[in-house]
């Protein structure tokens, strides 16, 4: 089975770096995936990261160790328009849809 | 990217009654679509792996003849929620996986999700 831990809230204001860690205890496990999603909204993929480092794509940012079994989202120059929740997920193999999701991290960004 | 498409997008039902979900790849090809739920503040659960094709595959805990999946065509599976109940009342997300057209494997797209109530 898998289990992961993120944290249940996270709070920001506009312009800040906030870092969202994702511990994980997998019996499998094939990359880290994050996922974000507004209120009454569908998830978003965000990220994905298969091996050990750091993925950049635009103000967001992801980092895996494997070895850690951690990883963490990094968003930079936050607006307001990114509070939401953001997921880790557990990808179990080559399916990328076989994933275990966190419970979600609820990101306030404040003027 | 890749188009999903979800319908209806709410739902109210009267208990005992059977809904049905229809989630569409609008631009590309999934032989494999996902269904998940999520409940209030509560993270995905993956429900099931819906196969084009052939019978869908169960995660544990999860009653196959209470949610009856049909994977038609290469770009629409069903959820049918039989004889729903209030507890069945949730977000039903479906997804479908890249790969194809160019599409990355590594990224799930999401439907815009279906809230069921049942009163």
């Known amino acids: 089975g898998q289990s992961l831990e993120q944290p249940s809230e996270v709070t920001a204001v506009e312009g800040a770096i906030v870092q969202i860690n994702c511990t994980y205890q997998?019996?499998?496990?094939?990359?880290l995936s994050w996922y974000q999603q507004h209120d009454g909204g569908a998830p978003t993929f965000l990220s994905y990261?298969?091996?050990?480092g750091l993925e950049e794509t635009g103000r967001f940012s992801s980092f895996l160790s494997r070895s850690d079994s951690y990883g963490y989202l990094l968003l930079q120059e936050l607006q307001m328009k990114d509070s939401a929740s953001y997921f880790c997920a557990v990808r179990e193999g080559t399916n990328a849809g076989k994933s275990t999701f966190g419970d979600g991290t609820t990101l306030t960004v404040k003027p | 990217g890749a188009v999903v498409s979800q319908h209806p997008s709410r739902v109210i039902c009267k208990s005992g009654t059977s809904v049905k979900i229809e989630c569409r790849s609008l631009d590309f090809q999934a032989t494999t679509m996902f269904w998940y739920r999520q409940f209030p503040k509560q993270s995905l659960m993956l429900m099931a792996t819906?196969?084009?094709?052939?019978?869908?595959?169960?995660e544990q805990g999860v009653e196959k003849d209470k949610f009856l999946i049909n994977h038609a065509s290469l770009t629409l599976s069903t959820l049918t929620v039989t004889s729903a109940h209030p507890e069945d009342s949730s977000f039903y997300i479906c997804?479908?996986?890249?790969?194809?057209?160019?599409?990355?494997?590594?990224?799930?797209?999401f439907g815009p999700g279906t809230r069921l109530t049942v009163l």
């Open positions: 997804s479908a996986k890249g790969g194809l057209a160019g599409l990355s494997s590594n990224e799930q797209f």
């Open positions: 990261n298969g091996l050990d």
């Open positions: 819906s196969n084009e094709g052939s019978k869908a595959t169960y």
């Open positions: 997998t019996s499998g496990f094939y990359g």
